[in-house]
Nanobody, 121 residues
Framework: QVQLVESGGGLVQAGDSLRLSCAASETILHTMGWFRQAPGKEREFVGA????????RIADSVKGRFTLSRDSAKNTAYIEMNNLEPEDTAVYYC????????????????WGQGLQVTVSS
């Protein structure tokens, strides 16, 4: 069964940058999605990137600040987060999209373990 292992979270200050990685245990020929969940809030769609490396959709709240990429040779997806804001504080997850609406978390499976990203003001 495919496994997704995330790395790169941490504590940063507002305005800083951070890159998260999501490494798959095997080749993934599906769209990969990123979600986040802040305390007391529902899981929120962040962005999705297809197997060719084309960003299919990105949330308005992060557009222009977050960049998605993918290295097929390494079976790894990345999310580069720039100009971070305290509102970006959340646990970030990657997952494999199985079809349907990319913003719907129920259309994903094989979730990563989640990474805490904390942005201080």
């Amino acid at each position: 069964q495919v496994q997704l292992v995330e790395s790169g979270g941490g504590l940063v200050q507002a305005g800083d940058s951070l890159r998260l990685s999501c490494a798959a245990s095997e080749t993934i020929l599906h769209t990969m999605g990123w979600f986040r969940q802040a305390p007391g809030k529902e899981r929120e769609f962040v962005g999705a990137i297809d197997w060719r490396g084309r960003v299919t959709r990105i949330a308005d709240s992060v557009k222009g600040r977050f960049t998605l990429s993918r290295d097929s040779a390494k079976n790894t997806a990345y999310i580069e987060m720039n100009n971070l804001e305290p509102e970006d504080t959340a646990v970030y997850y990657c997952a494999i999209h199985r079809g349907g609406d990319v913003v719907n978390s129920e259309q994903y499976d094989h979730w990563g373990q989640g990474l805490q990203v904390t942005v201080s003001s």
